[in-house]
């Protein structure tokens, strides 16, 4: 059962909840107002964080560190917010939350948007940000993906490109209620119609019109429920039972499974869209400390790494 505070979140979240759109998939700035309505209600900043403006590449984004941080362990995260919305700003305090769980540093990568950069912009961005790292001193063995929302779809679809590429694959991949799924075919997206506080099917329908463009919405490299997790890195996926993205979350699981790739997918009772954004839900802090313990665990500290060595 849910706790009352996320009972009391939730409730808050639908009595204030944005109205939705007109139909107009031209109408981006309303689409993005529904977007950063939701990442305005994040928790605050924690008061250690340290932000830093930084570049991998040519691809912008800022460095997230907390006291805790350790510089061998390194975040690659991926903002939510449809493709059409969100930066690094916007997500500041989930992210640093993250890297104090992890005792992580992260890089929050800036990539570009929609409808100004369409599919496949944003995961090429990705792909440079992590070559990036790659060639620049960090061993993939030092380096997890994580991401939220379509961010979280992203990391699973840079994971496919780093694949057939061929290069290094990271030591894993940690995503809290990924869009993995641009179709729209899971059966959570009307079975939680009515739950799900913070997301439409209209607003996702938009959003991926306009990050598509013309493009199939089954390309696995767009929803990446659609390709083969083989040789895919060990797996952590967190989300609630009352989103709409909810299948998402449990398809990714059977993804990995079918490939014989190790993963944990985690469906928390009763909890909406990115319910690790709240600093009041109970829910919120056992999700990250468990999303950390695993972060730690495929990176482990440097004098366990020798101890095993």
């Given at each position: 059962?849910?706790?009352?505070?996320?009972?009391?979140?939730?409730?808050?979240?639908?009595?204030?909840?944005?109205?939705?759109?007109?139909?107009?998939?031209?109408?981006?700035?309303?689409?993005?107002?529904?977007?950063?309505?939701?990442?305005?209600?994040?928790?605050?900043?924690?008061?250690?964080?340290?932000?830093?403006?930084?570049?991998?590449?040519?691809?912008?984004?800022?460095?997230?560190?907390?006291?805790?941080?350790?510089?061998?362990?390194?975040?690659?995260?991926?903002?939510?917010?449809?493709?059409?919305?969100?930066?690094?700003?916007?997500?500041?305090?989930?992210?640093?939350?993250?890297?104090s769980a992890a005792?992580?540093?992260?890089?929050?990568?800036?990539?570009?948007?929609?409808?100004?950069?369409?599919?496949?912009?944003?995961?090429?961005?990705?792909?440079?940000?992590?070559?990036?790292?790659?060639?620049?001193?960090?061993?993939?063995?030092?380096?997890?993906?994580?991401?939220?929302?379509?961010?979280?779809?992203?990391?699973?679809?840079?994971?496919?490109?780093?694949?057939?590429?061929?290069?290094?694959?990271?030591?894993?991949?940690?995503?809290?209620?990924?869009?993995?799924?641009?179709?729209?075919?899971?059966?959570?997206?009307?079975?939680?119609?009515?739950?799900?506080?913070?997301?439409?099917?209209?607003?996702?329908?938009?959003?991926?019109?306009?990050?598509?463009?013309?493009?199939?919405?089954?390309?696995?490299?767009?929803?990446?429920?659609?390709?083969?997790?083989?040789?895919?890195?060990?797996?952590?996926?967190?989300?609630?039972?009352?989103?709409?993205?909810?299948?998402?979350?449990?398809?990714?699981?059977?993804?990995?499974?079918?490939?014989?790739?190790?993963?944990?997918?985690?469906?928390?009772?009763?909890?909406?869209?990115?319910?690790?954004?709240?600093?009041?839900?109970?829910?919120?802090?056992?999700?990250?400390?468990?999303?950390?313990?695993?972060?730690?665990?495929?990176?482990?500290?440097?004098?366990?790494?020798a101890a095993n060595?």
């Amino acid at each position: 059962m849910a706790s009352w505070q996320s009972a009391l979140f939730s409730r808050m979240n639908r009595m204030s909840r944005p109205r939705a759109t007109s139909g107009d998939v031209n109408d981006i700035e309303e689409l993005r107002r529904q977007f950063n309505y939701l990442a305005a209600r994040f928790a605050a900043v924690p008061r250690d964080a340290v932000f830093e403006a930084g570049q991998l590449g040519p691809v912008k984004g800022e460095w997230v560190r907390t006291d805790g941080s350790m510089s061998h362990r390194v975040i690659l995260y991926f903002h939510g917010g449809g493709y059409i919305s969100g930066s690094p700003e916007t997500h500041r305090a989930l992210v640093a939350r993250l890297c104090s769980a992890a005792g992580a540093t992260a890089f929050s990568v800036g990539y570009r948007l929609a409808p100004d950069f369409a599919f496949p912009a944003g995961l090429r961005d990705g792909i440079d940000a992590y070559r990036h790292l790659l060639q620049h001193g960090v061993s993939a063995s030092q380096v997890i993906l994580a991401g939220d929302g379509s961010g979280g779809g992203l990391v699973f679809a840079c994971l496919l490109a780093i694949r057939n590429a061929g290069l290094a694959m990271p030591a894993g991949v940690v995503a809290m209620s990924p869009w993995a799924d641009l179709s729209l075919s899971g059966m959570s997206m009307l079975q939680n119609a009515k739950k799900d506080a913070a997301l439409s099917w209209e607003l996702l329908f938009l959003s991926a019109r306009n990050y598509l463009k013309k493009q199939s919405p089954a390309d696995p490299y767009a929803s990446p429920i659609y390709a083969p997790f083989r040789d895919f890195p060990p797996i952590m996926v967190h989300a609630g039972s009352n989103e709409i993205l909810r299948d998402d979350a449990s398809r990714i699981g059977d993804r990995a499974a079918e490939a014989g790739i190790p993963v944990s997918v985690e469906i928390y009772d009763g909890m909406q869209h990115l319910f690790q954004a709240s600093a009041y839900v109970p829910e919120a802090k056992v999700s990250l400390q468990r999303l950390g313990q695993f972060i730690r665990q495929r990176v482990p500290d440097s004098s366990a790494r020798a101890a095993n060595a």
